[in-house]
């Protein structure tokens, strides 16, 4: 009989990163506000956690990033206005972010990477197991990635992080796993992780992407850890301890996603990203994929 383990209720959404990649547009706007299609990404995210039932949502934040608040919070003068113009559409899509989810915020202070911004949340997280979310992935609503994996951390315990193969010339850019079978399917038990390892020296081309469902004992390890690369502490050195040391609060396995998942991180993907969810849009695709076929003809 399969061993049930504690319910996941709590998101966090690490959001406390600088954008450079994407400056200037993101000297004064957060990046996790810069708009894919008509929404800011991070709304994606946040639906994301709500429709895999996670209603709280913890948003780990720094300076200059009081519009992530204020997006999810009420704006009366403006639904205002909307209401006195009749506009009932745009006073829905407005409201909808307000709605959403019960947000909490916490500041990083000093950004010392993905790991440290996960301990930050000890505090409201507590000793249950929880999600966290990067902004930079955004997952296809239709594939239901983060279902699954707290599905997997409910039955097996431990943690479980999301895998997807790239093209080995690619595993440099991502944190990979060394993994073995765990009974077929979409799940493997990882052994081993290493953050950004030389294509010669990586275990698989299994790449970390930006999804986990965490056992509250990483955060003693986080503790623990010391900065690695780029000086930061990497959430990778604290799930290697846990994959090797299953006494420490472990095992990990991880969930390999063969799905849609939009990277916008990077400059050309969040292009790519943003003209793939509108083409399938139904108020905007049949335009759009009417223009993009005129374009791309007199391009080429």
């Not at 704006?75 to 009749?86: P, S, T």
């Not at 010669?200 to 623990?224: C, H, K, T």
């Not at 780029?230 to 994959?243: C, F, H, K, R, S």
Request: net charge negative.
């Amino acid at each position: 009989m399969t061993q049930s383990h504690p319910r996941i209720t709590k998101a966090v959404i690490p959001a406390a990163g600088l954008g450079t990649r994407f400056l200037p547009a993101t000297k004064a706007t957060p990046k996790e506000m810069l708009p894919v299609v008509d929404k800011p990404a991070i709304q994606y995210v946040v639906e994301e956690a709500v429709t895999a039932g996670l209603s709280d949502v913890l948003m780990i934040t720094g300076r200059n990033k009081r519009p992530l608040e204020d997006h999810f919070d009420r704006n009366y003068e403006l639904e205002e206005a909307l209401v006195k113009k009749g506009d009932l559409d745009r006073l829905d899509k407005v409201q909808e972010s307000n709605d959403l989810a019960t947000m909490h915020y916490v500041r990083q202070g000093d950004p010392r990477g993905l790991g440290h911004a996960v301990l930050c949340a000890e505090p409201h997280v507590g000793d249950q197991p929880f999600a966290v979310l990067l902004g930079d992935d955004l997952i296809d609503p239709r594939d239901p990635l983060l279902a699954r994996m707290m599905e997997v951390q409910e039955q097996q315990g431990g943690s479980v992080i999301a895998l997807m193969e790239v093209d080995p010339s690619q595993i440099h850019l991502y944190g990979c796993a060394a993994v073995e079978p765990a009974g077929g399917g979409d799940v493997v038990k990882v052994t081993d992780l290493v953050e950004k390892p030389d294509a010669a020296d990586a275990p698989s081309n299994y790449a970390i992407i930006g999804r986990y469902v965490l056992d509250p004992a990483v955060f003693e390890i986080l503790r623990q850890t010391k900065p690695g690369r780029g000086g930061e502490i990497q959430i990778t050195d604290a799930l290697q301890m846990l994959a090797k040391d299953e006494s420490a609060g472990g095992p990990v396995h991880g969930v390999v996603f063969k799905g849609r998942r939009y990277d916008t991180g990077d400059r050309g993907d969040y292009l790519r990203a943003i003209v793939r969810l509108a083409c399938e849009r139904e108020d905007l695709g049949p335009e759009f994929r009417t223009w993009l076929r005129s374009y791309v003809t007199e391009e080429m």
